[in-house]
């Protein structure tokens, strides 16, 4: 198996998407006034009161967080963890049509499923381009040696 040659350029990228985010999965915690004024600066209906829909609003936000998390771990061995980097990659590529998808079926409008599906794809597109992306440089042998277990 070819093992990743830009292996700082995918930990950067992908510890940039983690960041990103956690910051977005923190937006679910917002008060329901600055939602709702974010809403409207966007040209969009305010959300309902519904004690569910803030359940599952904060239960998403949680998870976003949480896989920000993830993705900060796997960003720190990214050798080490190669299958999760390349699951990671096709969660984002396969992401970008179904955002677009949901984003159309619930009618949002056209910037935003255009947004939706740019950012997606882009955080898979780019980790991918460095994983097929071949260096000038023969990778540091140290940085590809992982312990093994005994």
Partial sequence: MKTFTRVSSIAGLLR???IFMVFDGVAFFLPERWINSLLAWCVLEPMPH?????????????MQIA???????????VVRYRPLVITTIAIFLVGAPVFYAIDTAIGLPQWWRIMDFVSCF???AFPLA???WPAKTPPDPALEQTPTAL
């Fill in 16 to 18: 940039i998407i983690a």
């Fill in 50 to 62: 519904a004690v569910f829909l803030s359940y599952l609003l904060q239960g998403a936000g949680y």
């Fill in 67 to 77: 896989i920000g998390a993830y993705i900060w771990v796997i960003a720190s061995d």
């Fill in 122 to 124: 882009l955080c898979g």
């Fill in 130 to 132: 460095f994983c097929l």
